[in-house]
Each structure stands twice: as C-alpha cells, then as structure tokens.
C-alpha cells in the first residue's frame, strides 16, 4: 500500500511541475519527446563570449550573446566600466563646496553638474562598498552603517580627464567613471532610451510597416536588435519565414529571454472551431482589444504565430496605435480625454484552464499617464469590459460613457485602423500596451482549420535585452 501511495504522490508532483510549464501533453502515463528537453534539460557548460561569423558583423568583435538561445557570456568585471549611454566625456575640473555637503564637475564639453556627496559615498563603487565580480555588483555597506555627517574634503581628476577621486573627510576615496557620472546627472529629464514612439494611423504605417526575417533574428544580433527598436517604437513588428510548427515560440521567447507564463500556459493554440463557445476559436468578428487587461500586471508583447491558414475570405487583423488615438482624442475633446485618464473602467473574466477555475478582475484608466503626462498603457477591452465604473458620481459615469463612445470611434475610424492578413509563417509582435488588435470575420472555403499560436513577453525582458545588446557594440 506504502508503495502505491509513494507513486501517486511521484506522478503528481511530475504532473503538477509540467502543468507549471504551461504543457499538458500526458498520454499513456508518459512525456512525449517533443517537451523532454523543456522538462528534463540537458546540462549546458559555462557560456562565453562567442564570434559572430555573419557577414553582417566585424569578425574581430566579440558578442556578448551567443547565435542561438539564450545564453550570456560573462558580464563586465567592473560596473562603471559598462560602455556608456552617451559618447566619451572627460572631466575639465572638479571642485567642492565650502561646506564639503557637494561636488561641482565641469567637462570638456562645457556642462556642468552638482552631485551630493551623501549620494557619492553612496554609489561607491570601490571593493569596499561593492561586491564586484563577474557576474554582478551589489551593495556591501547599508545607509544606517554610513555617516551623514562626513563631508567631501578635495577632488583629484586624473590626468587623461576620464575619472575623478572624491575624498571624504574620514579620508574616503571614490573613484569615479567620468562617462558614468556625465550619464547620472541628478535632477533632469532622462532619456527615453532613444527610442521616442513614432505614433501613426493607417496610411503612416503601411508606408513603413517594419517587417523583420524569424532566422535573421534568430541567428543575428543585429537583427535582434533593429526588431526590437522598431517594436518599442512603431509597437508593431512583423517576423517572416517562420517554421510552421507548434511551440516555434519558445525558442523566440529565448532569443529574447522567457516567455511569460498565463493561466493557459506558455503558449495558447488557437484553433477556429465554428461551434466553439469561445470567440477567438470561431470565424466570427474579434473585437478591438488588449489582452489581460484584467489583470494588475499586463502582459507587455504580445505575438501571434499563424501556422495554418485555410483559403478563405475576410479575417484581416486590425491594428490600432493607441497612443496615437489618445492623441487625436486630446486635441479633439481634451476634458473626454481628462476623464479617461482618471476615471477607472473593470475589466473581467472567469473560466477553467487544467482543471482549476480562475475569476480575474482590475480596475484601471483607460489611458494610464506617466510623471511627464504622456500615455504610457492604453487599457480596452471591447468583449471584457465589465459594468463596473469607478467614477465619483453617477454624472461622471454618464460623462464617463461619452468620452469613451468618442475614443471608441477614433479607435474604429478607417482612417486608423491598419488591416493586414496575418499568413503562413508570419508572427505579428505586438505591444500589448500601446496597440489594440482584432480580426475581421472570415468564410473558410476548405477543410483546413486556422491554427495561431500566442504567447507574450513582458517588456522589462526586452529592455534590458537592448541594453546588453547597447553596451556590446
């Protein structure tokens, strides 16, 4: 009896950790050989930093990521040592204020800046104050260790201008990077990352629609990273020649980092069914929206993998730039939009996935600012909007309805709705932040059923990926 026991709890763990996957491929008490390798892993040695044979790049450049996969060389032994975000400056001279609480720095581009020397002492970065190897750096002294009280006593640049030592008066030094403390000035707007959203309607992006080859970016840095920049800033890129087998999108996923795991799994495979109770597995119209609007964290890419296309007529996709819409709004009706940014709508859904039953809610604006004013998340979702409206009175619900009435016709006006037939072997990425998306119905006129697959990344993964990518060049 102890023996049929001990089993049943062994295969449930095994079942429960492959669920954990997002895989539900159990038949005749076995994994199929198709997920072994997703589950059973096979040891990988230490990573390091490879050659890019690719025409596209200089043989004698080192890249930091290998051609396939995910795998990281070693990283910088020294923090500041990263390359910088801007281009090489030095340090004219430096100086301390009378009362030893500041440091003045002036470079040889003429700039000027003050820094705190609570903040210097701080960021420290020598072996006292940070563990530095090769994989990390992290803080060794805590701020209730640290004496307010010491002050900067001198400054003394080196003489090639590229790093600065500040001397506390309990004779401290901190070496400073002179690129690193130009990238650090306190207390002005920092940059976008270079990357400003370019908004659009229709007819901008079908002259400048970005379309990226799935190997070219596989195999390519360079490519990885021009895909990338163009979906932070369009929020819509397109990969062509892409296997059509299933799960294609866990090796992309890797390219970048992971993929983000929902209550589906890793990966949603859409089939249409013309008697399915769900929506999007039928070939009726798709509404505009975004996905998992209803819950806390929003999934920030979404892609779309089209591994089977029957010949049929309609099912375009529809592509919306939010931002843009909340744009015309703003210029149009400036209180609707007002309302829309401060007003909050639910969005919700119940069901059952792997035999546990879910009920997400989340009440959000439709358009989220950020510090400086501009959308940062466009929140709608035509079939899941729920009747829930978080406003202060029944007045403002009414206002409420008529400035999302007037959004929901920008959204829908032809002359912003991008349509494009998603084919074989293309994957649509989308930015589940900015952009709303939908399908057109569509009439199958052959006995083949239109099979997407969908998964999603969320967008810290792909911003530190074109950081480390940045700093590689």
Not at 11 to 31: D, E, K, Q, V
Not at 42 to 60: A, E, G, W
Not at 426 to 454: P, Q
Request: proline content about 5%.
């Amino acid at each position: 009896m102890w023996k049929n026991i001990m089993l049943c709890s062994k295969n449930l763990l095994r079942f429960s950790f492959i669920r954990s996957l997002g895989i539900s491929c159990l038949a005749n008490n076995h994994i199929s050989r198709e997920y072994s390798s997703i589950i059973h892993p096979k040891p990988r040695p230490r990573p390091k930093i490879i050659q890019v044979l690719s025409s596209r790049h200089n043989p004698n450049k080192p890249n930091i990521f290998s051609r396939v996969g995910r795998q990281f060389s070693a990283s910088p032994t020294d923090w500041q040592r990263l390359k910088p975000v801007t281009d090489a400056v030095n340090i004219a001279s430096s100086s301390v204020s009378e009362d030893g609480e500041f440091v003045h720095v002036t470079w040889d581009n003429g700039e000027n800046a003050l820094y705190p020397y609570a903040w210097i002492r701080d960021n420290c970065p020598c072996t006292k104050c940070f563990n530095i190897n090769e994989d990390i750096s992290e803080r060794l002294v805590p701020l209730n260790e640290q004496n307010l009280n010491d002050k900067a006593s001198a400054t003394t640049v080196d003489e090639s201008g590229q790093s600065v030592h500040v001397i506390g008066t309990d004779g401290h030094s901190s070496p400073l990077d002179a690129s690193w403390l130009f990238d650090r000035q306190l207390c002005r707007k920092k940059p976008l990352d270079g990357y400003q959203p370019v908004l659009w309607n229709a007819h901008e992006i079908e002259k400048a629609f970005p379309i990226f080859d799935y190997a070219d970016v596989l195999q390519d840095n360079d490519a990885l990273k021009a895909w990338l920049e163009a979906l932070k800033m369009y929020g819509i890129a397109m990969l062509q020649n892409a296997p059509t087998k299933e799960l294609e999108l866990i090796k992309l996923g890797k390219r970048v980092s992971f993929l983000r795991e929902a209550m589906w799994g890793l990966i949603s495979s859409i089939k249409s069914k013309p008697n399915s109770y769900v929506l999007a597995y039928t070939p009726k119209k798709i509404l505009l929206h975004s996905d998992m609007m209803y819950m806390s964290l929003t999934p920030g890419v979404v892609l779309l993998h089209c591994l089977s296309l029957p010949a049929c007529t309609g099912g375009e996709n529809w592509l919306v730039d939010g931002f843009y819409a909340a744009k015309v709004l703003k210029e149009k009706d400036p209180q609707a939009y007002d309302i829309l940014t401060k007003v909050k709508m639910e969005h919700g859904i119940t069901g059952i996935e792997h035999g546990s039953y879910f009920e997400h809610r989340m009440s959000k604006p439709t358009i989220s600012l950020n510090e400086e004013g501009d959308p940062v998340c466009i929140s709608y979702h035509e079939h899941l909007r729920t009747s829930n409206v978080s406003a202060s009175s029944v007045e403002e619900v009414a206002e409420f309805y008529r400035a999302l009435k007037i959004f929901s016709d920008i959204l829908y006006d032809p002359e912003n709705m991008y349509k494009r037939r998603l084919l074989e072997g293309e994957i649509f990425t989308v930015s589940n932040i900015r952009l709303l998306h939908g399908r057109d119905d569509f009439v199958v006129s052959e006995d083949k059923a239109r099979h997407i697959e969908s998964g999603y990344l969320d967008w810290d993964e792909i911003d530190s990926r074109l950081r480390v990518l940045q700093r590689g060049k």
